[in-house]
T-cell receptor
């Protein structure tokens, strides 16, 4: 079974702090994604990566950056956390063409910025 | 812009009954994939069912089936013989190619389904 893990289930940070969210997948997937999930807004794509060191902006990249130094790991970075970044963050991975493009999700990190 | 619309924020259904969740999307592409994902309370999001746009036959997975109307850009999910474990948030998603040649997904806002005992 595909396994996608995220470094924390719950995280509380202060405004202005630098925040790292990590995601690891064990299925050798080429593609990895970071979403934020807010009530009434569904899932919105922040960034995605289609290969090591490759990244592409999603729909709401402002205030975020990402890093993918190894194939299995995709990090989301909040350079200076703000209260409007309080949200649930979901990581996902998928194979390029395999499994007919199904995404596999991690359990999510609920981030609160005070 | 490509969009996915789920017009039913919340729904409820009696156990053992059938319920249909609606989803419409907007795209100019001719070949694409559509998905329904399920997010149970405090649990991981998982795939329910998937449909390739080039296939005319509607996808089915046990009690879950879709009604895919390509011309109308409609992709509804039917859950038959609803069970308490079907209580979850359901998201419709559309896979689209990006300008760089890779692909990404666009999600709807979700439908919260509650199955009543």
């Amino acid at each position: 079974d595909v396994k996608v893990t995220q470094s924390s289930r719950y995280l509380v940070k202060r405004t202005g702090e630098k925040v790292f969210l990590e995601c690891v997948q064990d299925m050798d997937h080429e593609n990895m994604f970071w979403y934020r999930q807010d009530p009434g807004l569904g899932l919105r794509l922040i960034y995605f990566s289609y290969d090591v060191k490759m990244k592409e902006k999603g729909d709401i990249p402002e205030g975020y950056s990402v890093s993918r130094e190894k194939k299995e790991r995709f990090s989301l970075i909040l350079e200076s956390a703000s209260t409007n970044q309080t949200s649930m963050y979901l990581c996902a991975s998928s194979s390029r063409g395999g499994s007919r493009y199904t995404q596999y999700f991690g359990p999510g990190t609920r981030l609160t910025v005070l | 812009a490509q969009t996915v619309t789920q017009s039913q924020p919340e729904m409820s259904v009696q156990e053992a009954e059938t319920v249909t969740l609606s989803c419409t999307y907007d795209t100019s592409e001719s070949n694409y994939y559509l998905f329904w994902y399920k997010q149970p309370p405090s649990r991981q999001m998982i795939l329910v069912i998937r449909q390739e746009a080039y296939k005319q036959q509607n996808a089915t997975e046990n009690r879950f089936s879709v009604n895919f109307q390509k011309a109308a850009k409609s992709f509804s999910l039917k859950i038959s013989d609803s069970q308490l474990g079907d209580t979850a948030m359901y998201f419709c998603a559309f896979m689209t190619r990006t300008t760089s040649g890779t692909y990404k997904y666009i999600f709807g806002t979700g439908t919260r389904l509650k199955v009543l005992a």
